[in-house]
């Protein structure tokens, strides 16, 4: 397999550096986004900070009296966070990262990945003299600072960015992998929390090198075998998952009029297990999970009626969307009392089929401690 060239751009305290975005009098002083809870006035947790309030002990989630605490006396500013503000500026940084992609994943409000492999040719070297382009341009652009990992795949780039912010640029070349990750606390890796931190101490292995020599039979004993075999490849700096374009469609749905009007629910599962089918045939296509189900009824008088249901799971099957799909309108009729003259099906809540290593970081959440 080729060497792969990947980048992750982390945006620099993203909601404070964009509250200094619109108000540079502040980036002065400690800027403490919260989100207030409204019970009382000091009640909530902090979102995130700017360099200057991280000095004094500023942390994301930490309750907003503390923040008050650890920077009384001292003239900061506390704003409340403004979600739809922040979405506006990052919708105009992945515009400018997204054109110097091969392929391009944004993995959060502040955050993508990017597949420069054919762009860079391969080279690593290529890839910092692209990645410092990129941060010329958000800053002359856009006025903001990122932070930028290169590794060969998600998992060392995801570190790399870690390795050096505000404003960083940490370059992992395939050869340094080992020599990078080894030294490291076993929790940075992804998906090793405080728990699994612990048990992994109990087993004697406090870093990433300890965590890779440490014998693969026993650590599928003690973690199970999905885990324990991601641990080991994730220990050795593996990790396959490609760099994918997140599906921006939001639902597939059909809709269709009755031969007759009817509230008969074998009848009308005749014509919405046909709908299920089609529905059914685009997400294979589009190599799809949904896990959320819908379905509309309109009635005689043109009222239309819905009823929907969240799976537990994403899934791809005919045999549920048909099953919950019969349950939904079983509800509805039983719930209204006209006949219906159109009916329809939808899915939505999408996600991209994952398969192998994808399915198992999909799962592990982002580290919480
Ligand atoms: P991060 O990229 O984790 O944090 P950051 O951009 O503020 O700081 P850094 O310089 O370390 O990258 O998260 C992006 C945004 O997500 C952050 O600006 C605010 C929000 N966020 C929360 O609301 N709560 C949290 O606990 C975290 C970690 C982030
Ligand atoms: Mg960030």
């Known amino acids: 397999m080729q060497t792969r060239v990947v980048m992750l751009v982390d945006m620099d305290y993203f909601f404070a550096q964009c509250e200094e975005l619109r108000n540079p009098v502040i980036s002065v002083k400690p800027v403490v986004v919260c989100v207030f809870s409204g019970r009382s006035e000091d009640s909530g947790a902090v979102s995130t900070s700017n360099y200057v309030a991280r ?9 907003i009296y503390l923040a008050k605490k650890k920077l009384e006396n001292i003239d900061a500013a506390f704003l409340p966070v403004d979600e739809k503000y922040y979405e506006e500026v990052s919708a105009k940084v ?56 290169i590794g060969p795949n998600k998992l060392v780039a995801k570190i790399a960015t870690d390795e050096r912010k505000p404003d960083g640029l940490t370059l992992i070349k395939p050869e340094q992998v ?32 300890e965590l890779a020599r440490y014998d693969t039979q026993e650590l599928n004993e ?44 074998n009848f009308i599962m005749e014509t919405a297990e046909r709908l299920c089918s089609e529905i059914h045939d685009t997400i294979v296509n589009e190599k799809t999970n949904f896990k959320t189900i819908g379905v509309i009824a309109i ?55 994952q398969k192998g290593q994808k399915q198992l970081t999909s799962f592990i959440q982002k580290r919480s401690d």
């Open 299 to 353: 009635l005689k008088d043109l009222s239309p009626h819905t009823r929907s249901k969240t799976l537990e799971s994403p899934t791809d099957s005919l045999e549920v969307l048909k099953k919950n799909t019969k349950k939904l309108f079983e509800k509805l009729f039983t719930e209204t009392e006209d006949e219906a003259r159109r009916v329809g099906v939808r899915v939505s809540n999408l996600s991209k089929e």
């Open 222 to 265: 003690v973690f199970g075998r999905t885990m324990g075999t991601y641990f080991h490849r994730a220990a050795l700096g593996v990790d396959d998952e490609p760099v994918e374009e997140r599906s921006e469609i939001e639902s597939f749905s059909r809709i269709s009029t009755l031969k007759q009007d009817s509230r008969d629910l």
């Open 178 to 209: 080992q020599e990078f990750l080894s030294p490291m606390n076993v929790g940075r890796l992804l998906g090793v929390g405080t728990r699994t931190r612990e048990k992994m101490q109990c087993l004697g292995i406090n870093t990433v090198g």
């Open 94 to 149: 992945m515009n400018v990262l997204r054109k110097h992609a091969d392929f391009f994943e944004q993995a959060g409000i502040d955050e993508a990945f990017l597949d420069v492999t054919q762009k860079t040719s391969g080279q690593f070297q290529e890839a910092r003299e692209l990645a410092s382009k990129m941060k010329n341009e958000l800053n002359t652009q856009l006025k903001l600072t990122c932070s930028i990992g």
């Open 55 to 63: 000095s004094y002990g500023v942390k994301s989630g930490m309750p």
